[in-house]
């Protein structure tokens, strides 16, 4: 079933729900959370039912992907930037000839071959447990679904090392202000307090992680056909994957024009500068999607004249590497289409009062399992991290007061549910555009 399809299928189930569940509100506040800046949060104990319903029908439907891309107008935009900028380093010859030359290595080292998945997943859930990357791993598809197939894997191996590896991190994070940061401020609880339980947390969470690509990876390695995408022509060695295609290259740096020239290594030293400034950026400077565009932009520009032959064929390149994720940018549009269809409607708050009103008389034990539950159930419909938090926690901190729990519980119990879903829910956007990228 095509993407596409899929999803806007779930915009119009989403119209249908406006339909059955009565619209309901929450009175909002706004409050300065330390480190994250200002959130709207909710105020407990008033919600209210809401006298003129608003069901989406057909025409919501049909408006909901244009206003999804409008709502989702950065990322889109992000993807587009970023993955015209990739396009030029890929003209360049670069990323092939350092590809060619990492698979010599893993040929020539078993233990090379062994760290390749183990070592990045860990750098990304790093990434993800510390200043919450998520958008920022969609560009890294475009290199790892290469890498991939000429280590003998598939498309889903390079699009999990990123994808996964900061997932895994997201959802076990001990430092991310854009969630436990939020979270805890609205909890009243120190800012990033029970870092030694997070810590312990990450590590089991980010080996696990590992654990499931690497398995998943050996076995389609050994048996191509037992891939998921296996009948999809070019995402897997059975399908003529790159990998099928220079398995019998050789060892010869020449074989194929893969050789890694001076022109190719400051092509690849500049996107290497590219990614330490991009982490800089991020966790001292508070950059966000904006500053990261631009500063592919700048390092793709910087590459193409290193690598290319003139401004000319820069502009091609990018141009082409942008017209080629426009269907990306459309998927990550629809995905935000199903929120606006569920926001429009106004039962986002019903959902999340009805959700919260179950745990009540649970105890302490049932109620922190059921917070769980809830939070992972709400991602679906709330899938922003930062969101979630100022939706739920609100509500849950309270309730953990009444049932006996820690805060930290009730915090602990937020950030596992936003995030392990954040890795399977057709609305996150994020994930979304990464699938469809890979």
């Known amino acids: 079933l095509d993407t596409s399809l899929l999803i806007f299928s779930m915009i119009a189930a989403a119209a249908i729900l406006t339909w059955l569940v009565p619209p309901g509100t929450f009175e909002k506040e706004v409050i300065e959370v330390a480190g994250a800046g200002t959130r709207e949060v909710v105020v407990p104990g008033s919600f209210s039912r809401l006298e003129t319903a608003s069901p989406q029908g057909v025409w919501a439907v049909l408006r909901a992907p244009l206003r ?4 989702a107008a950065d990322i889109v935009a992000f993807v587009l930037i970023v993955g015209g900028a990739f396009a030029v380093l890929q003209a360049t010859g670069a990323v092939d000839a350092g590809l060619h030359r990492l698979v010599q290595a893993s040929r020539r080292s078993t233990w090379i071959e062994r ?7 860990i750098l990304f859930s790093l990434g993800g447990a510390i200043f919450g990357m998520a958008e920022e791993v969609i560009p890294f598809v475009l290199v790892f679904v290469p890498l991939s197939l000429r280590l003998g894997y598939d498309a889903v191996v390079g699009v999990a090392i990123p994808m996964v590896g ?6 076990a994070a001990f430092l991310n202000p854009f969630t436990i940061g939020v979270a805890q401020g609205i909890a009243e609880v120190p800012l990033f307090s029970g870092i030694g339980v997070r810590a312990v947390l990450w590590l089991v969470t980010t080996n696990i992680a590992i654990g499931f690509v690497t398995l998943y990876a050996a076995r389609i390695r050994r048996d191509p056909s037992r891939s998921v995408v296996a009948d999809i022509p070019g995402l897997s060695a059975a399908s003529g994957g790159v990998a099928g295609a220079t398995a019998g290259s050789g060892d010869d740096d020449e074989s194929g024009g893969l050789a890694l020239t001076r022109r190719h290594g400051i092509v690849l030293t500049t996107f290497v500068l590219g990614l330490a400034l991009l982490v800089v950026g991020v966790t001292r400077f508070g950059w966000y999607i904006e500053e990261i565009a631009g500063l592919f932009l700048g390092v793709g520009i910087v590459m193409g004249l290193v690598g290319l032959r003139g401004p000319g064929p820069v502009a ?13 940018a459309i998927i990550i549009g629809l995905a935000r289409g199903i929120l606006v269809v569920l926001e429009d409607g106004q039962i986002v708050d019903t959902l999340l009062f009805a959700m919260a009103g179950v745990l009540e008389g649970w105890g302490s034990i049932g109620s922190a399992q059921g917070m769980f539950a809830v939070q992972t159930a709400l991602n679906f419909f709330v899938p922003s ?21 820690s805060r930290q519980v009730a915090v602990l119990a937020y950030q596992m549910g936003d995030g392990f879903t954040n890795l399977i829910v057709p609305t996150n956007a994020v994930l979304m555009g990464a699938i469809t990228l890979g």
Not at 68 to 71: D, E, Q, S
Not at 316 to 328: K, Y
């Open 115 to 121: 760290l390749i998945i183990p070592f990045f997943m």
């Open 68 to 71: 999804g891309i409008v709502a």
């Open 316 to 328: 091609e390149a990018f141009m082409d590497g942008a017209r080629a994720l426009v269907s990306t």
């Open 385 to 405: 991290g930062s969101g979630q938090a100022a939706l739920t926690m609100p509500l849950m901190a309270p309730l953990a007061d009444l049932t006996g729990l």
């Open 166 to 171: 900061s997932g895994a991190g997201f959802a």
